[in-house]
């Protein structure tokens, strides 16, 4: 029989079986001597464990066509990028590489710009930068928070995962779609003016045809230890991607190569490409690439 692990706590595991029935798992030990570990999301055939509490055991793992590590997620569709326009601050450097992450993994980013009531201007303006950039984005605010026009965007079977930073709304969002108390609301540390973690592990909640989970909030993102290299940093500025069918050389790095179509757009303070955003670009290019480098000198 054929499941989605739904939720994974000590060595238990919630599978959905191919008739809509949660049932509970553990692992094979054939599995378990492989250091095969099960995430939740994954897609997995399980069979009779002949235990009547715990009836089932997972037998397989299939192949996952993406993942993430921190937290443990496999085969997400869809990452629904929430980041409030104050407390706290949006960190739209770590909202960039979450961006080049979905890039690389092949996952579909949707922003969510919350807490707009705080500052209606400044959610206005991230809003036209990124909408700008072809990327899918809403406002939510306290008086008025996105629903259907987002749920309509999960497939059938698709999963969907909210990421962010802490104290932005995520569960809170969670919550208002699921029309439920899934989700552990938290609130913002005066101290550090950042939000508290509430959310202890991951879980996927049935949504319309698909599933929804929240992931614990996190405040950095360090691309090169996930493997991203330099070159697949312009993966997450589709902004850049299009400027520069008019640069001269194709392998334009945008770094301030002779006649950069990039560059040129810049000086001239087009808005289709935002200047701070640029450079962020060229700010991770140029870390990673060093990083490289020095990394393949020690090697050596």
């Known amino acids: 029989m054929h499941g989605v692990i739904t939720k994974g706590v000590g ?5 959905r079986n191919e008739d809509g029935i949660n ?15 099960p995430f939740v999301g994954d897609k997995v055939e399980i069979g009779d464990s002949g235990d009547p509490d715990v009836p089932f055991v997972l037998e397989k793992i299939c192949p996952r066509k993406n993942n993430l ?35 690389v993994l092949s996952i579909e980013p949707v922003i969510i710009f919350t807490k707009a009531d705080l500052d209606p201007d400044h959610a206005m303006k991230l809003h036209l930068i990124y909408s700008s950039c072809g990327y899918k984005c809403f406002i939510s605010s306290h008086d008025y928070r996105v629903g259907d026009e987002v749920t309509s965007l999960i497939g059938k079977d698709q999963i969907a995962a909210f990421a962010g930073p802490s104290g932005v709304g995520k569960s809170t969002l969670c919550n208002h779609f699921l029309d439920d108390d899934n989700m552990e609301v938290g609130s913002i540390s005066e101290r550090l003016k950042r939000g508290k973690h509430t959310t202890r592990h991951v879980e996927l909640f049935e949504l319309g045809e698909g599933f929804i989970t929240d992931t614990p909030g996190f405040t950095s993102l360090d691309l090169f230890e996930l493997g991203i290299d330099f070159d697949r ?68």
């Open 11 to 15: 060595g238990l595991y919630t599978v």
């Open 23 to 37: 049932v509970s798992c553990r692992i094979r030990g054939g599995l378990r001597h492989k250091k095969l570990t």
């Open 69 to 103: 590590v921190r937290p443990p997620l496999a085969n997400i569709d869809l990452v629904l990028l929430a980041f409030a326009v104050s407390d706290p601050e949006p960190d739209l450097k770590l909202l960039d590489k979450m961006l080049i992450v979905c890039n």
């Open 233 to 300: 940093v312009i993966g997450g500025y589709p902004e850049l991607i299009e400027a520069s069918t008019y640069c001269r050389f194709k392998d334009c790095k945008h770094l301030g190569e002779r006649d950069c179509h990039v560059k040129d757009l810049i000086e001239k303070g087009d808005p289709s490409i935002d200047k701070d955003r640029y450079l962020r670009y060229k700010e991770f290019y140029e870390n990673l690439y060093q990083r490289r480098n020095d990394y393949s000198v020690k090697r050596l």
